[in-house]
């Protein structure tokens, strides 16, 4: 850890409701300092990815304040869109654009958010394909690529952005099998590479190894904070232990 | 069990049954195709044609500025070319187009011949497929790859020039919209509402799906009650009521007027062709362009809607059609589009009965149109295709 630790998110009692009235937040308190890997896990239901998605504004929350990289996500728009520039965010579903190559998909944010040409920008997408393994793929299409191939993609194109944050929102959940370690993989390296990352998964191998802390949320409440080693060999809450008990 | 695909033979002739109705059949056939033949060679009486072709053709735009529409016609064939040529180049051109190059010529020599069109109008057509085969020839080549960003602004500036070419003014002297007739008339017209619909129902669409709850109530509220009156009465409302209420010379031209609601139309049809697609794009793919930063307008223009129209294709196509088709209704309203013409030109007392050839010979040309329409919209949609999975 740094000497002096920098915020990169700042939730604070942030509670939300469903519009048919379901309380999905009830309350929550989170920080994440620059450089931290945290991970998320909890039972289906528990409110962890609306969380997630509430630090890009996807989900709006009615009561509490998040802060992203110091800019307050509020009801203010350009703030919104402020924040999104800087957070990257990979989905179970990979939601690659499926009219565009693999490159116009890499292309497409850094083009017209960023207002660069397609010809400076064209280099740095080829090795950010490189990175991710799959730089000959470029010029196909997402349709003609294997799940684990789509969703290290979609982590390119997210980095093409070069995002101060990542979210991963289950990133393995909809992968099968042989191919979760392909895309862990791509991640272990982001995360080596010194990226702030909050990962919504299972995959209890990864968090062990990559994660700063772990964080159990149910019921749309933090149950429980704690480092890997701490979290999942001496958990303080029943719940975790209950929760444990069930995935290990 | 392997069953044995079942060929052509075993299908028409599996049965004693089969046999006995496939023969009946075919010589059902045989019989309406030789009355029909022995009609077309023997009694029918293919000069109201000839003596009409004009007419029917461009209506009663006046003879002297009839070089108006062959250099039209003469810019749109070049851009055809070069447009076939560049097409032809790309690796996923569906098309034979042999077949297509062969009926051009055909229909070059042949249909002058058989309408009459007299020796220079025959070598006006001559020289214009040539042209268009030349340039389909040349255009797949590096100098039209270099503008090929341009292209489709070559296209809409042309178009532009056409419609003054037709109309006139700033220079040419005008023919009025009334005085436009027969298949230019046509072809002009559906094109014409074909261009402001398609943006018209897609935003008609789009603003169905609004959060604003006023754009949606006024949206829906166009679109359905559209929807709920036959064409014939609102073309009808926009011939005569609009120029009733309106004080006098204050209304449009009568021609303009039709565009008008006919673009309104087919907009509400369109629309919900549009709104179709739009509602098939899963929500992941918003979510993911807006973590992306792109704004909610670029997210729409980007993501959304290119998706969206490409799964409306194949309903949007079947529109065109109907929209082609529609304008026949035009002539009832006392316009003189194909169908129009040739009902003035049989109201002639020279003309009188000779209702089967010219009505044969419509069908033939609508048909033609629209086949073209639907291998248009099919190869555009083999084109657009990017989904393996």
Redesign the interface.
Same mark, same amino acid.
């Given at each position: 850890m740094q000497p002096t630790k920098q915020l990169m998110v700042q939730a604070k009692g942030v509670q939300k409701w469903y519009p048919n009235g379901f309380h999905v937040l009830r309350g929550v308190d989170l920080e994440v300092f620059r450089g931290e890997k945290v991970v998320i896990m909890g039972p289906s239901g528990s409110g962890k990815s609306t969380f997630l998605r509430t630090f890009?504004a996807?989900e709006d929350y009615q009561e509490g304040s998040i802060v992203v990289d110091g800019m307050e996500l509020n009801n203010d728009l350009r703030n919104i869109?402020a924040v999104?520039?800087e =957070?990257?965010?990979v #989905?179970q579903?990979f939601? /690659? #654009?499926?009219?565009l190559s693999v490159l116009d998909n890499l292309l /497409?944010?850094p083009t017209? =958010?960023r207002k660069r040409k397609r010809e400076d920008v064209i280099q740095q997408a080829l090795s950010m394909l490189e990175r991710v393994g799959i730089s000959e793929q470029a010029y196909k #299409?997402p349709?003609?690529l294997s799940g684990g191939q789509q969703q290290r993609v979609?982590i390119a194109?997210?980095l093409c952005?070069e995002p101060r944050l990542m979210l991963f929102d289950e990133p393995t959940s909809s992968l099968d099998p042989e191919k979760v370690r392909e895309v862990l993989d791509v991640m272990r390296l982001l995360a080596l590479d010194g990226m702030t990352m909050v990962v919504v998964t299972h995959e209890v191998a990864f968090a062990r190894e990559v994660a700063d802390r772990v964080i159990l949320m149910d019921e749309g409440q933090v149950v429980e904070i704690a480092p890997p080693d701490q979290f999942f060999n001496h958990p303080k809450h029943e719940r975790t232990q209950r929760f444990l008990a069930q995935i290990l | 069990m392997k069953r044995s695909p079942l060929t052509l033979q075993r299908q028409l002739f599996g049965s004693l049954a089969n046999s006995a109705f496939t023969l009946a059949l075919f010589a059902l056939l045989v019989w309406a195709g030789w009355g029909v033949l022995s009609w077309a060679f023997g009694s029918a009486q293919w000069l109201v044609l000839r003596a009409n072709a004009a007419t029917l053709t461009i209506g009663r735009y006046p003879d002297a500025q009839e070089w108006r529409l062959w250099l039209l016609l003469g810019m749109l064939t070049s851009l055809a070319g070069v447009s076939w040529g560049r097409l032809r180049g790309l690796n996923n051109w569906p098309l034979n187009d042999r077949i297509a190059a062969l009926l051009f010529v055909i229909s070059a020599v042949l249909l002058p011949w058989l309408l009459a069109f007299g020796a220079i109008n025959q070598l006006r057509l001559i020289f214009l497929v040539l042209l268009l085969l030349l340039l389909r020839q040349w255009s797949g080549g590096a100098w039209s790859k270099a503008f090929g960003k341009w292209w489709a602004l070559v296209w809409g500036i042309t178009y532009v020039f056409g419609l003054w070419l037709i109309a006139g003014g700033l220079g040419l002297p005008a023919v009025r919209p009334s005085d436009w007739g027969g298949l230019v008339f046509t072809l002009l017209i559906t094109s014409l509402t074909l261009l402001l619909a398609l943006p018209f129902g897609v935003l008609l669409a789009l603003g169905r799906r609004s959060g604003l709850l006023l754009v949606r109530w006024v949206c829906v509220a166009v679109i359905e009650l559209i929807r709920g009156a036959p064409l014939i009465t609102l073309l009808f409302v926009g011939q005569n009521l609009v120029g009733f209420l309106s004080p006098n010379g204050f209304a449009p031209d009568r021609v303009w007027r039709a565009t008008g609601v006919l673009t309104v139309f087919a907009a509400a049809y369109l629309a919900e062709a549009v709104r179709g697609g739009l509602n098939s794009i899963p929500m992941g793919q918003q979510e993911a362009a807006r973590s992306l930063g792109l704004s909610s307008v670029q997210t729409m223009g980007l993501v959304v809607l290119p998706q969206a129209l490409k799964v409306a294709l194949p309903a949007l196509g079947g529109q065109f059609i109907s929209l082609l088709q529609d304008t026949t209704l035009l002539s009832i309203v006392g316009l003189f589009d194909l169908l129009g013409i040739a009902r003035s030109v049989l109201s002639n007392p020279d003309w009188l009965g000779r209702y089967a050839e010219v009505y044969l010979f419509l069908a033939v040309l609508y048909w033609c149109s629209c086949a073209a329409l639907a291998l248009g919209s099919r190869a555009l949609e083999k084109r657009l295709a990017t989904n393996y999975s």
């Open positions: 890009n996807l869109d999104r520039r =957070v990257g965010m #989905f579903q939601n /690659l #654009f499926p009219h /497409l944010a017209w =958010v #299409f349709g003609q979609a194109r997210a952005m | -």
